[in-house]
């Protein structure tokens, strides 16, 4: 299998990545990355500069030290506040190790050069890069490169792998015994439009800001079927490294989160009726890691409405990928939102910004944009002005739309295995 555009003269160690990790780079890391790539350059462009094994090892040795810098680096304080270049530093760390990788394991005096040694080398790499996307910033000479790279990865793995990555049938056993949906009283039904018209969704519901249920706007999709087939998803995204929430939802005490492989996570999440704890791939830019998956979905035209009266900026983008049971607590988000259903059905539990002072929000900095009471189990003891709190609710189906107005809290529960992608724009 020949993997020599991997290394290339401009793929992915260009004159101008060079030039980015000299300029980009805290000087405590700068010293030690410049030395490697400009080997790494040399070799490249030159036969008479051989790679040996050992240094190529030790030079991996080094990268990993700078690497565990930078993420100590990365997860002191606040994430806002970490300086972009320790996130670029991070970037170009990965980068390095990649080529580093790939390059030893090509290297003539390497110890073994089996298909099993090859695959591994192959899913430690695209672990790395992953890590790179989630963690690091797109490098200012190429910001698509680590996305590139990681696909082609991808299909080399997949061949590899030939059919043993798709011996995985049935995963998403769409007949499982569905959640039972709340019922509540004083909660009026979300109005339903059908292809509304774009005329018909401003007047009608963006502007005075209702939300409603939006049904046949997905049919040109490819997602609505693709989807549900997971040896397509596990093709695409089974190697991929993914942040998975692990526990009932992110204000209990039993809630963190983990990196897990997507075919981990599909394996131990979505397989099982009644998994142990339960995962939720949530509120996760996927299609920017993977960017393949956007060709199966479009977003919809509804976004090019903007509050700020000046052209739409591109919506943010995020996927919900989790078994029956995962639930968004009570909260608001400060943009407007489209939840556009791709499997499954969820529940959804609205209330007007008006009646916030009735859903006791947090009062804490990290949280006041979640309440405290639970609308499915009320405690009207506990949250006394709960009971006055007037709100709506709707069941998402496959193929549907919710659009949620800025401010309004809501809260989602999965009655199903499920799959979503929410637009937020301003």
């Known amino acids: 299998m020949d993997i020599t555009w991997l290394c290339a003269k401009d793929f992915p160690l260009s004159e101008a990545l060079l030039v980015d990790i000299e300029s980009n780079s805290p000087l405590e890391i700068k010293v030690h990355l ?8 040399a070799s490249m462009n030159s036969t008479k500069i051989i790679l040996t094994y050992k240094w190529l090892q030790d030079a991996i040795v080094t990268v990993e030290a700078c690497l565990d810098r930078t993420w100590e680096s990365l997860n002191s304080g606040c994430w806002k506040e970490v300086s972009i270049h320790y996130k670029y530093c991070y970037t170009f760390c990965t980068i390095i190790k990649s080529v580093l990788l790939l390059t030893q394991h090509k290297c003539k005096d390497a110890p073994t050069k089996s298909k099993i040694a090859q695959l591994k080398t192959f899913e430690d790499t695209i672990l790395q890069i992953d890590k ?6 797109p490098p200012l000479s190429d910001p698509e490169l680590l996305t590139t790279v990681a696909c082609k990865l991808t299909s080399l793995i997949h061949e590899l792998k030939g059919k043993k990555c798709l011996k995985v049938e049935n ?5 499982c015994r569905a959640l ?6 004083g909660l009026s039904l979300v109005l339903h439009y059908h292809q509304p018209s774009m005329e018909a969704f401003y007047k009608d519901i963006f502007h005075p800001k209702i939300p409603a249920v939006l049904k046949g706007c997905m049919e040109h999709w490819k997602a609505l079927e693709l989807w549900r087939n997971p040896e397509y998803l596990l093709k695409i995204a089974g190697v991929r490294t993914v942040p998975i929430e692990i526990g009932s939802h992110y204000t209990a005490e039993d809630w963190t989160q983990r ?5 981990e996570f599909i394996v131990s999440y979505m397989t099982p009726d009644t998994p142990p704890k339960l995962g939720y791939l949530a509120q996760h830019e996927l299609f920017n890691q993977i960017p393949e ?3 199966d979905i479009a977003v919809p035209d509804y976004c090019n409405f903007t ?3 000046v052209d739409a900026k591109p919506p943010d983008i995020n996927a919900w990928l989790g078994p029956k049971g995962t639930m968004s607590p009570l909260h608001f988000d400060p ?15 609205l209330f007007h910004p008006q009646q916030t002072s009735n859903l006791y929000p947090y009062k804490t900095k990290l949280l006041t944009n979640t309440a405290r009471v639970d609308p499915t189990r009320p405690d009207f003891q506990k949250w006394p002005k709960f009971e006055k709190a007037i709100g709506m609710t709707s069941t998402l189906g496959p193929g549907e739309m919710l659009f949620i107005p800025p401010g309004w809290w809501h809260h989602v529960t999965a009655l199903s295995q499920s799959f979503s992608v929410s637009f937020w724009w301003d």
């Open 34 to 41: 410049t030395l490697i790539c400009r080997k790494l350059w």
């Open 335 to 349: 943009k407007n939102n489209l939840l556009c259903q791709v499997f499954g059905h969820k529940e959804v539990i």
């Open 307 to 309: 509050d700020s009266g």
């Open 180 to 185: 039972q949906r709340t019922e509540l009283p």
């Open 259 to 263: 990196l897990l492989t997507f075919s």
């Open 293 to 295: 998956l956007m060709d």
């Open 171 to 175: 995963l998403m056993t769409f007949g």
């Open 132 to 137: 790179g996307i989630l963690l690091g910033s």
